[in-house]
Every structure is written in structure tokens, then in C-alpha cells.
């Protein structure tokens, strides 16, 4: 069926190559990795054999520069990809789109011989982790408390962060903390990268989720854990900057996660009530049903709609569109969870059922709203945006 969002999915910008490699995912996703997503959510088992199979077309290296061995593609081809994985399996989509969450503000901000030693773990399939969240510093990051002081030519690093997905398998994690010497102030944020396996850095727990169940995130322990002081990212008080810079890259890959979601539940429901008969008619007949179904279409193409023109903004260079993913990522999220609510209503009983994946798709979906700053956050940014100075 040729439909407004097949429509709008063809109208997207791509090269030769982007969709080809576009189909590809379609491929796995739909082949290799969906028919697993039921029973990783059931299991919480880690998906190693969904991540082979993206490391098995070399996917890593869409984003990475071609100076150390990757074949970098546009932000909007790997938005695509992103919503196209997360579609087929939520706790897949995230893992993968947090390696590139935390991996490109090392190739914005870092050196090449910071980019020459770190980077080729990733082009063979590494995995990234970002940590920012603490236990008393979440949507004001700025709170943070870990602490990094300097020690001849290593950093000591001291602290705890919460919530950070992919914190227990990650071969490279972006972590921020403040510098010692320069106080408790955001001008004391810093960046630096850090190597799975470091003594003092401990795995304090795996958090049991409502959704995303496939998906590790764990809290951690930073107890006097030394790293080179070459894995610094620019200077020490330089973190804030770098912080705002990967947020408005990676709002936008949320929101292609949680639309990868809300496609599958708008799918699912337009496939149901198709098929499942009241009254000697198709449900989808009935006009109440059609009405939520309009809306649901609506909203998930004018999402998309504005993904595109978000991720064509990114592709052309733009750098002041801060406010543009604040308002995508609040969106999406927001469609993401009404939509996978309609979709669970429209299988009636069955939907409240895990025999059908709205069910998982439902809880899949309200994560999105809170991370990556709340939407309550958002929305405030997106205010203050209209205050006249």
C-alpha cells in the first residue's frame, strides 16, 4: 500500500549508496533483528547477536571519518537508520544510536592522535556509552559532582553516575566531570574518553526497566580511576561546550528512536484492524476508529516530516539548531507515546497482551519523554526562546 508516510519516506534525500545501504537495514531489521525483540524483552538478555549483524555490515562506520577508515554517510541517512533498527527492536536502536551519541563529539572535539587511537575499536564494532547523569544532577547536568583532577600526566577520577546505558559493555565511554582546580562551577565541566577495563571503575547495578528491558543501563562507580591525561577532549572547563554540542546531535537521534517505535504500533494497528471484525464489519470501518487513525497518521507524518528537515539542517552545516531538535525530540517523544497507547486500545484486550508487541512498544515508548532532558525541559527551552532581549 502506497500510503501518505511511504510517500513521505520516498521523498527523503538521499545518495545511491545511502539507500542501499538503507535497504540493507530494512533487511536485517526485518529479518534478523525483530524476530528476536519478544524474547530479549522477556529475557533482559544483552542482544550480542543484533549488534553482529549491524557490525556485519559495518555500520559503525557511517559516522566516522574517512581519515581513520570509515565511510561516513549524511546525519540524515543515519537518523534513517536509527529509526529503521528501533522499529524492529527498541533496545537494539538504543544501543547502537548511543555509540554514535557518544563517539561524534570525539571526532568534533578530540585530536587526531586522540581520534587515530580511539576510534578504530569503534570502526570494528566497539561500543560507546555516554555518561552524564548522577544520582542528584539528572535534567540540570550542570550539578554533576564527579570530580577529575590532574595527577602528572594521568587524571583521577572520582564520582558516580546513574543511568547510563550501554555503562557495563561499553569498549569507550564519554564521561563528564568537573576539573578540581577550577571549582564546583559549570566552568569547571570536562570531557575526557574512557577504556573499558580501567581499575577503579565499577558496574554498581543494572537497573530492571519498564521497557528497553534488552538494553543494559547500569549505575557506576568512579573510585580513584586513572586515565591518560592525552584522553582529555580540549581543555579542562571546555565540557559544557562539548556537552550542549553532543545533546543537539543526539535529541534528534532520539527522536528518530522513538518514531522508529511509533511507526511500528501505527503498522501493527493499521494491519489489526484490517483484519479483526465486530458486528460483521472491519473494525477499521467504523468511523470513531478511522478518526483516531487520521490523527495517529497526522501526527507521525508531521513528526517525520520535521525529522527530515531537522537531520537536512545538520547535512548542510548548520550549527544554530538547538531549539529545532529541542522541539523534535519533545514531539516525536510525545507522538511516540500516544500513538503506542491508540495502538493498544485498537487491539482491545489482546493489546493489554504480550502476544501482541504493542504491549512492549507501549513501554518502549515513555522513556523517550524523559531522557535526553524531559520534556517538561524542553518545552521550557523552547519558551524561553521567545523572550525578546
Same mark, same amino acid.
Request: glycine share 10%; hydrophobic share 45%; charged share 25%.
Given at each position: 500500500?502506497?500510503?501518505?508516510?511511504?510517500?513521505?519516506?520516498?521523498?527523503?534525500?538521499?545518495?545511491?549508496?545511502?539507500?542501499?545501504?538503507?535497504?540493507?537495514?530494512?533487511?536485517?531489521?526485518?529479518?534478523?533483528?525483530?524476530?528476536?525483540?519478544?524474547?530479549?524483552?522477556?529475557?533482559?538478555?544483552?542482544?550480542?547477536?543484533?549488534?553482529?549483524?549491524?557490525?556485519?555490515?559495518?555500520?559503525?562506520?557511517?559516522?566516522?571519518?574517512?581519515?581513520?577508515?570509515?565511510?561516513?554517510?549524511?546525519?540524515?541517512?543515519?537518523?534513517?537508520?536509527?529509526?529503521?533498527?528501533?522499529?524492529?527492536?527498541?533496545?537494539?536502536?538504543?544501543?547502537?544510536?548511543?555509540?554514535?551519541?557518544?563517539?561524534?563529539?570525539?571526532?568534533?572535539?578530540?585530536?587526531?592522535?586522540?581520534?587515530?587511537?580511539?576510534?578504530?575499536?569503534?570502526? %570494528?564494532?566497539? !561500543?560507546?556509552?555516554? *555518561?552524564? +547523569?548522577?544520582? &542528584?544532577? #539528572?535534567?540540570? @547536568?550542570?550539578? /554533576?559532582?564527579?570530580?577529575?583532577?590532574?595527577?602528572? %600526566?594521568?587524571? !583521577?577520577?572520582?564520582? *558516580?553516575? +546513574?543511568?547510563? &546505558?550501554? #555503562?557495563?559493555? @561499553?569498549?569507550? /565511554?564519554?564521561?563528564?566531570?568537573?576539573?578540581?582546580?577550577?571549582?564546583?562551577?559549570?566552568?569547571?565541566?570536562?570531557?575526557?574518553?574512557?577504556?573499558?577495563?580501567?581499575?577503579?571503575?565499577?558496574?554498581?547495578?543494572?537497573?530492571?526497566?519498564?521497557?528497553?528491558?534488552?538494553?543494559?543501563?547500569?549505575?557506576?562507580?568512579?573510585?580513584?580511576?586513572?586515565?591518560?591525561?592525552?584522553?582529555?577532549?580540549?581543555?579542562?572547563?571546555?565540557?559544557?561546550?562539548?556537552?550542549?554540542?553532543?545533546?543537539?546531535?543526539?535529541?534528534?537521534?532520539?527522536?528518530?528512536?522513538?518514531?522508529?517505535?511509533?511507526?511500528?504500533?501505527?503498522?501493527?494497528?493499521?494491519?489489526?484492524?484490517?483484519?479483526?471484525?465486530?458486528?460483521?464489519?472491519?473494525?477499521?470501518?467504523?468511523?470513531?476508529?478511522?478518526?483516531?487513525?487520521?490523527?495517529?497518521?497526522?501526527?507521525?507524518?508531521?513528526?517525520?516530516?520535521?525529522?527530515?528537515?531537522?537531520?537536512?539542517?545538520?547535512?548542510?552545516?548548520?550549527?544554530?539548531?538547538?531549539?529545532?531538535?529541542?522541539?523534535?525530540?519533545?514531539?516525536?517523544?510525545?507522538?511516540?507515546?500516544?500513538?503506542?497507547?491508540?495502538?493498544?486500545?485498537?487491539?482491545?484486550?489482546?493489546?493489554?497482551?504480550?502476544?501482541?508487541?504493542?504491549?512492549?512498544?507501549?513501554?518502549?515508548?515513555?522513556?523517550?519523554?524523559?531522557?535526553?532532558?524531559?520534556?517538561?525541559?524542553?518545552?521550557?527551552?523552547?519558551?524561553?526562546?521567545?523572550?525578546?532581549?
Amino acid at each position: 500500500m502506497n500510503s501518505i508516510l511511504d510517500r513521505l519516506d520516498a521523498s527523503v534525500l538521499l545518495t545511491d549508496e545511502e539507500a542501499m545501504v538503507i535497504e540493507q537495514v530494512v533487511a536485517m531489521a526485518r529479518d534478523e533483528i525483530a524476530p528476536r525483540a519478544e524474547r530479549l524483552d522477556a529475557s533482559g538478555e544483552f542482544p550480542w547477536e543484533n549488534i553482529a549483524a549491524i557490525n556485519g555490515l559495518g555500520l559503525n562506520g557511517m559516522f566516522l571519518p574517512e581519515a581513520q577508515g570509515g565511510t561516513p554517510l549524511s546525519y540524515t541517512a543515519y537518523l534513517n537508520c536509527v529509526r529503521e533498527i528501533s522499529k524492529a527492536c527498541a533496545s537494539t536502536g538504543l544501543i547502537w544510536a548511543t555509540t554514535f551519541h557518544a563517539i561524534k563529539p570525539l571526532i568534533a572535539f578530540g585530536t587526531d592522535e586522540q581520534k587515530d587511537q580511539l576510534l578504530p575499536r569503534i570502526l %570494528d564494532g566497539g !561500543i560507546g556509552a555516554l *555518561a552524564i +547523569t548522577e544520582p &542528584t544532577a #539528572g535534567s540540570d @547536568a550542570t550539578g /554533576m559532582r564527579t570530580r577529575f583532577d590532574a595527577d602528572a %600526566d594521568e587524571i !583521577i577520577i572520582n564520582g *558516580a553516575k +546513574t543511568f547510563i &546505558t550501554n #555503562g557495563d559493555v @561499553a569498549d569507550l /565511554m564519554l564521561l563528564f566531570g568537573k576539573w578540581g582546580e577550577l571549582g564546583e562551577g559549570r566552568e569547571a565541566i570536562s570531557a575526557l574518553m574512557v577504556e573499558k577495563g580501567k581499575p577503579g571503575l565499577e558496574v554498581l547495578r543494572k537497573e530492571d526497566k519498564m521497557g528497553h528491558r534488552a538494553a543494559s543501563t547500569v549505575g557506576l562507580a568512579f573510585n580513584d580511576c586513572r586515565v591518560p591525561r592525552s584522553n582529555l577532549l580540549g581543555e579542562p572547563g571546555e565540557g559544557l561546550a562539548i556537552l550542549l554540542a553532543s545533546l543537539n546531535l543526539s535529541r534528534p537521534s532520539v527522536a528518530a528512536h522513538a518514531l522508529g517505535i511509533a511507526r511500528a504500533a501505527f503498522d501493527d494497528s493499521v494491519g489489526y484492524i484490517n483484519e479483526r471484525q465486530q458486528s460483521g464489519r472491519k473494525i477499521v470501518e467504523f468511523q470513531g476508529i478511522q478518526f483516531m487513525l487520521a490523527d495517529m497518521a497526522a501526527e507521525l507524518a508531521t513528526s517525520e516530516a520535521w525529522l527530515w528537515h531537522v537531520g537536512r539542517m545538520v547535512d548542510a552545516g548548520e550549527d544554530d539548531f538547538a531549539i529545532e531538535a529541542s522541539m523534535l525530540k519533545m514531539r516525536a517523544s510525545d507522538v511516540a507515546m500516544r500513538i503506542t497507547t491508540d495502538a493498544v486500545q485498537l487491539h482491545g484486550g489482546y493489546g493489554y497482551c504480550s502476544d501482541y508487541r504493542v504491549e512492549r512498544l507501549m513501554r518502549d515508548a515513555k522513556i523517550t519523554q524523559i531522557w535526553e532532558g524531559t520534556n517538561q525541559v524542553h518545552r521550557q527551552l523552547i519558551g524561553r526562546s521567545f523572550i525578546e532581549k
